[in-house]
């Protein structure tokens, strides 16, 4: 199975910073990656897929990037609302696995 | 507006069965692939089975093959797990969720999940 890690496993940053979430598969997943918000006691929604598509409504402060084995999320300017854990995952073969996660908390 | 809502968790002992179904509303069912993700606290979320619009194409986690069977009714929009064999380790919530198609998660929807205790 390809194995997803995720850094860091927490983040702590101010309200307007700018935050990014780095995601390494332990082989090529090409770009079939996706990256997902889970909300407290929420469902995970998705933000990102195929990398880099923004999903539809998702607002365009979130962005990804990468291809192979190294992915990053970014958030270009952090809200309160934007506090969750953000979760990678790949589907590029089956089985399709995630990452560990990433807590965002504000400071 | 898209739905999905899943039920059918509850306390069941280990070794047991437990099937859980998922009612999907919103969207045309028979054209949407669908999944079935777990989540607990120590191991995250974790795929479990998925399975083509049509019902003809199933994948499994190498961990429950063999003991659970994804399946779906299109007449009745619904997507059930029928989980045999039940292990304690598999406590945890298990979203339903909807894709674009097994080799393409644009435009998934997960349902609030249901919790699923295996204990003696």
């Known amino acids: 199975d390809i194995q997803m890690t995720q850094s860091p496993s927490t983040l702590s940053a101010s309200v307007g910073d700018r935050v990014t979430i780095t995601c390494r598969a332990s082989e090529s997943v090409n770009t079939w990656l996706a990256w997902y918000q889970q909300l407290p006691g929420k469902a995970p929604k998705l933000l990102i897929y195929?990398?880099?598509a923004l999903e539809s409504g998702v607002p365009s402060r979130f962005s990804g990037s990468g291809s192979g084995t190294e992915f990053t999320l970014t958030i270009s300017s952090l809200r309160p609302d934007d506090v969750a854990t953000y979760y990678c995952q790949h589907y590029n073969s089956y089985p399709w696995t995630f990452g560990q996660g990433t807590k965002v908390e504000i400071k | 507006e898209v739905q999905l809502l899943e039920s059918g968790g509850g306390l069941v002992q280990p070794g047991g069965s437990q099937r859980l179904s998922c009612a999907a509303s919103?969207?045309?069912?028979?054209?949407?692939?669908m999944i079935w993700v777990r989540q607990t606290p120590g191991k995250g979320l974790e795929w479990v089975a998925g399975i083509s619009g049509s019902g003809g194409v199933t994948y499994y986690a190498a961990s429950v093959k063999g003991r659970f069977t994804i399946s779906r009714d299109n007449s009745k929009n619904a997507l059930y797990l029928q989980m045999n064999s039940l292990r304690v380790e598999e406590t945890a919530l298990y979203y339903c969720a909807k894709i674009l198609n097994l080799a393409e998660v644009r435009g998934s929807i997960w349902g609030p999940g249901t919790l699923v205790t295996v204990s003696s």
């Open positions: 195929k990398a880099s």
């Open positions: 919103g969207f045309t069912f028979s054209s949407s692939a």
